[in-house]
């Protein structure tokens, strides 16, 4: 059967991923569910897999198995373009490699995305005017699984519409049995390996999540604000204060609403204007306590007065600083950002509202100095943007500095590589100026913290709460649990790996699990091998870890990428992949990152549904070298090729009629001898071949997208197919029966290239391919199965001789056309053309295709001549080679054709003048922006170019 005239997405889409899924090709080959004969087929493939290394040296085989971990989308997604690309480039790296004779697996999942999920749930509520309060942890929980059960799986569902081939049998959620128990694990070891504490430190605190954040989920953004400096009278002083020093001090900050918290005001030891201050006491304004005048290195003598106020539960030097001291820690604020009882009259206040009534009060007083515009930095929670805190609060943190050591060492050994490099200094920047990771959430949503608190002990006041094996001096050996897995010790606290019974200090059956779940970023760091059965040493476990790469984005380098390294060495003992590909951020056409909040996203479904999945896979892909700039017309190239690649298999199979030779041997070719185009095409396919291998094995996928395209289109398409027609409508018997070989084996191996791109369309124009192969029955169930075109047949179809004599016939045809264009003549117009050519070689390469170049240039007659004098109306274009001309008396009025020509030369000369004029007005070049200069200089460059082809128009006249 031919294939319909329209290429139908929605039908090819739904029939084929159908078929993939439920015959388990997604699945690893060693899984063995593919059935007999299925593949990977050996189809057309015979080489030496020894003589081939994978990218670190490894020799690929069943031995050595290709795998990647999906980034779990988080429960709540839906998928925008970011997924689309990210998976994109995953799909085709997958199916790639499985063409490629691998054990190839892509595990996906999903993130139970802790702050997120419990928001969505939590909004649901207050439709029905409740909150999570009313139902309690436990009927609370019930109702996010009951939600996440309805709704968790509309990301994957949308990632089939991609086209992602997934084992969806592996497919883990960060809160399933399995990782819960990996978490709890992980937790437990770290403690006992001294890695994770718990204490009061300075956190990044979200008053609108009501939860701690880490460093990375707290990003900061420059705000314009304001700079405050305050007087702080020296105590038993009165006003009116002249005098700096002697009787009041000047203190500048930005939060002034944190003033009610300060228990001291420091100064650099080795400052001479405040020497005499250290020791004596200045009192605090609006709450008349006296505070302490302390000396301390931090303080820096050249910012500002020289004096700072010492918060220490708002601010994390402060923090330390006060530690140093033995200074109190007074928190002045509620969790939900409003003034607490610590903060006297201004207890009951939003923050900011209070920020405002304690300026206007400190100016009722003089004691308001001035404000100074200031711009800073300042945390805003990654999930509602909301101003973060700097709060004091009992949390629990990992000790990341050993870990980031070990990751430090492994990079710099080669064990980790990042594409592209410049990320490589981003990465371990970070890890060397690493700070412990803040991992306790005040939310309902994840995995409760593995740690029970013994009420008897506290109430006995035998313990502070805290549990901080890292600051002790016994070694970690100490921590280790019993054989039930808990974890004794004197802080009135037992981490263990299952529920205690009861207090191993005192014996109370008294416990109460701590409240507070883990980041989710927890779970996610230990997703490679976490989704493989660890902590039990599966099979998977031992056959797929570690994985292969890891496809990102570069927000989260430091969220899951480096955590993900750190976990992998601490846990596993190796890395989880060794390499790391970054790609570009998706775009909207303006250069803003396109996002629903921006109002610029588009709909990949959306896209999907009118153009195909192939059309969006293919254009995002070619247009992902960097970031990728998208707009709605853009995906109409991917689409374009589709239709492209499905109308010259449509005429490839029209002409293969009755034909049931297809072979895809290259042997089949051994002493044939071919025609000059046909020996071009192998040999450009050959060519072409090794070269998307070698951008694929760098992750140069856009590279590899637009070899193809250029390829398809321009090659096989415009001119192979054109050359064909000829060859296959002629006489020759033996010519036509070759030409219909190298066009199915050309365009067969074409489909296999395409296949990690665009799987639909090749899947479906595929199978008609199979039904004209003498040997079809033996291919294998899906192309996806087919082998890797790679080396088949290496140096076979080398042919630079048949590529030299090929471009020779392009250059005459496409000079002939540009003269046409230059002209103005219609194609309609059959010319008369002479190519002259000195050299002889070149010459009879040209008399043999003269039918072709009549054919493809619309001519009435040429002359293949080595000696040639221009004679009456002629045009010329010049090769290096040989010149083509054309008559074009009785096409073109000469004298009209000249006006007109000069008339548009007049013109560019003006435009030039006008480009000029602009360029050289000192006012407009001072003040322009870089980039209108830019485009000013580029605007020149073009018209001058113009002018020249008008030039030698009005010479060829």
């Known amino acids: 059967m031919d294939l319909d005239k329209q290429y139908n997405s929605k039908e090819v889409e739904q029939k084929w991923y159908s078929l993939w899924e439920s015959k388990g090709f997604f699945r690893p080959k060693s899984d063995g569910k593919w059935g007999p004969g299925t593949g990977p087929s050996s189809l057309g493939k015979k080489e030496d897999k020894s003589s081939q290394r994978e990218p670190d040296g490894r020799v690929p085989g069943p031995e050595c198995p290709y795998v990647i971990v999906i980034p779990p989308p988080n429960v709540t997604g839906i998928l925008h373009m ?21 054990d190839a697996l892509w595990v996906p999942g999903v993130d139970h995305a802790g702050i997120a999920t419990q928001n969505v749930v939590e909004k649901k509520l207050a439709k029905e005017n409740k909150t999570r309060w009313d139902l309690g942890r436990e009927k609370f929980l019930e109702e996010v699984w009951r939600w996440k059960n309805e709704h968790g799986d509309t990301i994957t569902r949308q990632l089939r519409r991609l086209g992602a081939s997934c084992d969806w049998t592996r497919e883990r959620f960060t809160m399933d049995e399995g990782l819960s128990r990996a978490v709890r694990e992980a937790f437990v070891t770290l403690y006992e390996r001294g890695l994770i504490y718990r204490g009061n430190y300075i956190i990044n605190w979200c008053p609108r999540c009501q939860t701690a954040l880490s460093d990375e989920e707290a990003a900061h953004k420059d705000v314009q604000g304001g700079l405050y400096h305050i007087i702080y009278p020296i105590a038993g002083k009165t006003a009116p204060y002249e005098k700096m020093g002697a009787d009041h001090i000047v203190v500048a900050t930005t939060r002034p609403e944190t003033m009610l918290g300060d228990t001291a005001v420091a100064v650099h030891p080795g400052d001479a204007r405040y020497r005499d201050l250290i020791g004596k006491n200045v009192l605090l304004p609006l709450m008349d306590r006296e505070i302490p005048v302390i000396a301390d290195e931090f303080v820096d003598p050249e910012f500002g007065t020289g004096i700072v106020k010492v918060t220490p539960a708002h601010d994390p030097n402060d923090f330390q600083m006060g530690h140093r001291h033995g200074l109190e820690q007074i928190n002045v604020m509620t969790p939900d950002g409003k003034m607490n009882e610590r903060a006297g009259s201004y207890a009951g206040m939003d923050r900011f509202e209070a920020r405002k009534k304690i300026l206007r009060d400190l100016e009722e007083k003089g004691l308001f100095l001035r404000r100074d515009s200031h711009l800073h930095a300042v945390g805003h929670c990654y999930r509602c943007d909301t101003v973060v805190e700097p709060y004091l609060s009992k949390q629990w943190f990992v000790k990341m500095q050993p870990l980031a050591e070990k990751a430090l060492k492994a990079h710099e050994e080669g064990k980790t590589v990042f594409y592209p490099d410049r990320w490589t200094k981003v990465y371990t920047n970070w890890l060397k100026g690493i700070r412990d990771w803040c991992i306790s959430r005040q939310i309902w949503w994840g995995h409760q913290i593995p740690a029970w608190h013994c009420t008897q002990c506290q109430a006995a ?41 009861q207090c191993p200090a005192c014996g109370s059956t008294d416990l109460k699990q701590d409240p507070d779940v883990l980041d989710t970023w927890f779970s996610s760091w230990l997703w490679p091998f976490s989704t493989l059965g660890w ?57 803003l990152k396109m996002s629903k909040s921006l109002g610029n996203s588009i709909d990949p479904l959306e896209v999907i549904n009118e153009m195909g999945a192939d059309a969006l896979r293919y254009s995002m892909i070619m247009l992902s070298a960097q970031d990728v700039y998208l707009s709605r017309e853009k995906f109409e190239v991917g689409r374009n090729f589709t239709n492209k690649v499905w109308n010259a298999c449509r005429f490839v199979l029209r002409s293969l009629e009755d034909f049931k030779e297809g072979s895809v041997d290259p042997e089949q070719f051994k002493g044939m001898e071919l025609s ?14 090794a070269e998307i291998e070698r951008h694929l094995s760098q992750f140069g996928l856009a590279q590899a997208t637009s070899e193809l395209y250029h390829f398809v289109w321009d090659d096989f398409c415009d001119w192979y197919i054109e050359l064909a027609k000829t060859m296959i409508q002629g006489r020759d018997e033996a010519l036509k029966l070759q030409t219909r070989k190298v066009l199915f084996f050309v365009c067969e191996r074409i489909l296999r290239l395409l296949h990690p791109f665009m799987p639909f369309v090749t899947e479906e124009v595929w199978h008609k391919f199979k039904e004209k192969a003498a040997d079809g029955v033996s291919w294998p169930e899906s192309i996806m199965l087919a ?87 002629m045009v010329a ?34 435009w030039i003048q006008g480009i000029r004029k602009k360029l050289d007005n000192p006012s407009f070049a001072s003040r322009a922006p870089a980039e209108i200069l830019e485009k000013e200089k580029e605007k020149l460059n073009d018209a001058k170019k113009i002018l020249i082809s008008y030039q030698e128009q009005l010479a060829g006249l």
């Open 82 to 102: 970011g997924h689309a690309l990210n998976n994109t480039i995953q799909d085709i790296l997958i199916r790639w490699n499985r063409m490629k004779g691998k």
């Open 877 to 910: 274009s010049s090769f290096a080679d040989f010149d083509v001309y054309i008559l074009v008396g009785g096409i073109l009025d000469l004298a009209e054709e000249k006006k007109r020509v000069q008339k548009k030369i007049a013109e560019t000369e003006i």
């Open 787 to 873: 082998a890797w075109p790679h080396d088949e047949g290496a140096e076979k179809f080398r042919d630079p001789g048949a590529q030299r004599a090929v471009s020779f016939l392009q250059d005459a045809v496409r000079g002939i056309r540009d003269l046409r264009a230059r002209f103005q003549i219609a194609p309609a117009n059959k010319l008369k053309a002479v190519i002259a050519c000195k050299e002889k070689a070149a010459l009879e390469i040209l008399r043999c295709f003269e039918r072709e170049v009549k054919s493809l240039a619309r001519l009435e007659s040429l002359e293949c001549v080595s000696q040639f004098k221009k004679q009456g109306a």
């Open 676 to 689: 000059l185009p046909s020996r071009w095409i192998l040999s450009r396919l050959e060519e072409k071949t």
């Open 461 to 501: 006041g035998l313990v502070s709460g805290d549990s901080h094996p890292a600051k002790t001096k016994t070694s970690p050996g100490s921590f280790r649990g019993k054989p039930d897995g808990r974890v004794p010790g004197g802080d009135g606290i037992i981490v263990a790996r299952e529920e205690p019974s």
């Open 535 to 591: 902590p039990e040493n599966t099979g998977d476990l031992k056959k797929f870890y570690p994985t292969s790469d890891l496809i990102t984005a570069p927000e989260i380098i430091f969220f899951w990428v480096a955590r993900m390294i750190m976990a992998g060495l601490e846990f596993m003992g190796e890395v989880p992949f060794t390499r790391i590909n970054i790609h570009g951020t998706v775009r909207a056409a303006s250069g």
